[in-house]
């Protein structure tokens, strides 16, 4: 199973709506071929970034059933299929699979908390389910469940394909303690922005990141200095892009980069409400930071 | 409109599902003919006690007609309407209100973090669709998004129709807050069952709470001991009463409300996965305290 | 023992510095008079307020004297003797029994944090080497140091003389705890102004508040109204006085509680560096709020 | 000014006692001689490692001229002066500075909670009393008070000597914050042993430890992989040491460092209480992890 594992730059895929707030494939198509043409490493449709929570169902299979025609194999790809209830989560992770994604990701969502019993059994039936990897996703951010190491560890020892943790606290001890509590034998991947430099040293095999629809030399660049240890470059690469990384992040990331690529000439129109797009001292305050990184 | 402002005791329902995961509506009945019966002064169909997070949206159009069916006016009614999307929420809200709903109740679940231009927008386009009052609700417990008294005073000024404030962070500062800020003008209602006591005592108009399900006549005497100043009284019967309340919060109101129904002859099946029934040793727990407190 | 234990307001000193930095004893026996004629029932030399902290060995022990002798048994007194290490801590326990103190109190400063095993030893020592009872005082906010609920009750049931408990957490539900896993047997008292009516509502045996060097008057009849079952009259007292407890709190007790006795003709000084005294707008905010009690 | 910026492995001190719990000053000497053949660059005499804050004045004192006499400029020294009043911290500053400290460092310890004029005022007192450089020192986790970024900048801009920083938060973007901010004109240090690896990274001028105490040529070994880009030969270093890294740290330095320096046949006594020796099961944890590293 080892060469399905991922590594390196895995860019996410925003969800392009048109001025009637109904799906714009061929805006998403465009974003892909962007996205690829910048380098990355793997695509990971319909993550956070692609608004996947505030989809329909039929919208969602839409947009990954033509995000998997699109990217065609070119780079291998990692579908977000988290939902509320274990049955709908196993039903979208059995859907992209059919479909042909390389792996999913799975991230605790609930509306309750769940116990460290619920969060077992929810991974293992869906791990159960499919056949290909699945990378377990940690962001008590957004989920509201904060899965201690100890916790992935058992999910990773118990459920077969569940191969690959993304750890998104942005607390880099996480990573130091799964990779001392698993001698180094679990793959893990940053999902936290302004964390990348030192993930990537610590060890980490990816950096799952909206950033490349924007930035993808820059990302690219870094990931590259640390594979190649040319340590001062890869500081000041990091250093370089590291306000546009925290932005964006911090500003919410369907938002910013569906300004960004505007800015540059790829209508994808505004995330879904409640979200709204960016404001005008928003949109100035990210051209600034991307016109002093060309 | 102050006519038509809750208070005392606002029981919540839960969901029913049968043994094939269904909806139980029958049973559905018999739980709200239990809580009436057991002297509530309004009924909240569908809040997080009714798993409304993890039901298809004909499910839930379904429990909230049959809810406002069966009450039909007994008590006042106020419908939990919140959804992912601006949109969604909207739609909830006015079939609710074309059904006969009270009031509606509106959370800011949302998946990424909302600003606070976000976080009004979506109250005043709730607001504005519906002619009924709503309860704004702060819970960033299961939300994630925590609502300054500030910004909640902001929406209640400037949304017409946002008239009551459910507080449910366990902080009793904010409920001063509240009322400081606003001169004693805003309504607030209880959502932390172990804070009841103190909530009312400062001033709460109401309790929002699952409680009623098992143990109503604790729930009313409390809120009545408040309620003619029999401090002593209010006293014990909280303390009482409190390890229900503690341990219903803490291990999760859609599994412990189910599993104490059960276990008092109302079989209402388990909640939906990732959300497992109430284990051994936790049934035998809340057994224990049910049983001392008759 | 139970003669000994502390009820009601239990009112701080302030230590008053002269011009050149050195202490103002008169001032402090003037000081002292208002709070006795502000008919507190006990009174705390040298706690937090007293900005014991900041003083030398010979300062603390001069003014603990003069503090004592001053108050001279016409009412109960109880004195802060934290220090640093055990044994500076034991030595003003046995310093403060000698000159006839009450009890004292003991928090568990440190400047490495303390493991339970360390936390209950230091107790130990101190209660071991004095024959008046001890009040444990738990206050993460300056002590860094915050004992569950768990410790607390182990240290009252190992050590004799530690009978009583102030809680400054600001959670309430510390004192459900305290009073349900003590089955009511130990004595806890408010350390937290904002949460004085619903502490005192809860059971809480008394309020060690710096308050009544202000606004005794309010201290006391809040306190009244709740010992007599008056809850409206104690929830408007209570709110009134409200603005005042939060900002002497928020805004630190020696540097406003020193402003405020200068507004009200009694000159104290201000307090020692690194502390430095209330700037022009913290006085016109605090003369407005006293004004508008009078 | 920039040739007095200390660089590199910066090792703290413990405080031997004898028996009698009085000050050991020959075993300080001998621990002094370990750190300066373990090859540390500086050492800093009176950390929080060296218990300075149980040390009454007159001991403290003994300590730190016998350490600059033993040290004798062998290497640069960087004299931690830190008390509860700014009096007090002036004094201690002076002194250090009298017997020929390279440095002083400075953390805003207090009692109450200080504001940002406080902090300001206090660093800007210490810094116009000497005429060598300050350190300013943030650790929220024993000072009890957190400067945020903004503060420490505008600190290093008023105040002249002050042209270094420790960070002991433990999270990165401080330091990411601070480089970006200051345009990477701001020395900063890093005073968490678990973040060593990537602090160096992200251009941390040195690393700040108790560490080399036990394991000299591993810390060393760290640094200089990082500083002549070697990254995995850092990595590989780092994951080797973090296990001892994190234990020191969580358990208490003083702690654990004289018990790891007992095992290595010095004798420096046990920490003053309240703290407590490392008991045996934390003898025997720290025994296996510095056989483990031999």
């Not at 992770?93 to 390389?102: D, I, M, N, S, Y």
């Not at 699945?134 to 990773?156: A, C, F, K, Q, W």
């Not at 993930?199 to 640390?226: D, S």
Request: proline residues 5%; negative net charge; glycine residues 10%.
């Amino acid at each position: 199973m080892s060469s399905t594992i991922l590594h390196g730059i895995i860019g996410y895929t925003i969800t392009p709506f048109g001025s009637d707030g109904t799906l714009d494939l061929p805006a998403l198509g465009r974003s892909i071929e962007r996205l690829l043409a910048g380098g990355v490493h793997a695509i990971a449709p319909l993550g956070s970034t692609g608004e996947g929570a505030y989809l329909s169902d039929p919208e969602w299979d839409a947009v990954v059933e033509f995000s998997l025609k699109t990217i065609a194999g070119r780079v291998p790809t990692i579908v977000s299929v988290s939902d509320l209830t274990t049955a709908r989560t196993v039903r979208r992770a059995r859907f992209a699979e059919r479909l042909g994604a390389t792996a999913v990701m799975v991230l605790p969502v609930s509306y309750w908390k769940l116990n460290e019993a619920e969060i077992l059994a929810h991974y293992r039936a869906v791990g159960e389910a499919i056949g290909i990897p699945v990378m377990l996703y940690n962001n008590p951010g957004t989920s509201g469940t904060d899965l201690p190491v100890e916790l992935i560890l058992r999910i990773v020892n118990e459920v077969e394909n569940v191969t690959m943790v993304k750890e998104s606290t942005g607390d880099i001890q996480r990573m130091h303690r799964l990779r001392l509590l698993s001698d180094g034998q679990v793959a893990f991947y940053n999902g936290c922005n302004p964390l990348a430099l030192e993930a990537l040293v610590a060890g980490a095999k990816g950096w799952c990141t909206a950033a490349p629809n924007l930035i993808p030399e820059h990302n690219r660049a870094l990931y590259e200095a640390v594979q190649e240890g040319r340590m001062e470059d890869a500081r000041e690469s990091f250093y370089r892009q590291l306000a546009v990384l925290d932005y964006i992040t911090r500003r919410g990331l369907p938002t910013t980069i569906k300004a960004g690529l505007r800015m540059t000439g790829l209508e994808v129109g505004v995330p879904r409400l409640p979200l709204q797009e960016l404001d005008g001292d928003g949109q100035r305050y990210l051209q600034g930071l991307l016109t002093a990184l060309q």
